[in-house]
């Protein structure tokens, strides 16, 4: 079974793994997200993840809470990205979540606060980063 920080850190910190290689690791096809309630299938989530790789140096993940009964997944993080040019953002995210039987994301349900610059913690959901 997959977790949303493993499937972070393998998007945006295991380059040896092409985008889409980590996606379908993580997601199953017909993956469907909503962040902050705009939804999007698995192609605009990985063309997303494939425009963030070009700015993001590092991603650190810090689960809160977490949470799972059958294949619903309930999952509450800090992230903090930096970018290339050493820019830092960081946000709370609030994450509910269905997993299929083969343990990938199905569907993500997600709502962002973004922090301070000061506190730990991105910007729009997992691939709504700006």
Known sequence: ??????????????R????????DRHFAPAFRQRVNGTWDDRSGFLARVVQLRETVEHVTV??????????????RHIVELVQRDGERAGQEVYVFAERDPDGRFVRIEETALALD??????????????
């Open 1 to 14: 079974m997959t977790t949303l920080k493993d499937a972070i850190d393998d998007l945006f910190n295991n």
């Open 16 to 23: 040896q793994l092409a985008a889409d290689e980590a996606v």
């Open 62 to 75: 810090t689960v809160l809470d977490e949470l799972t009964d059958g294949n619903s997944y309930a999952e």
């Open 117 to 130: 610059s000061g506190q730990a913690g991105v910007g729009q959901g997992l691939a709504h980063a700006q």
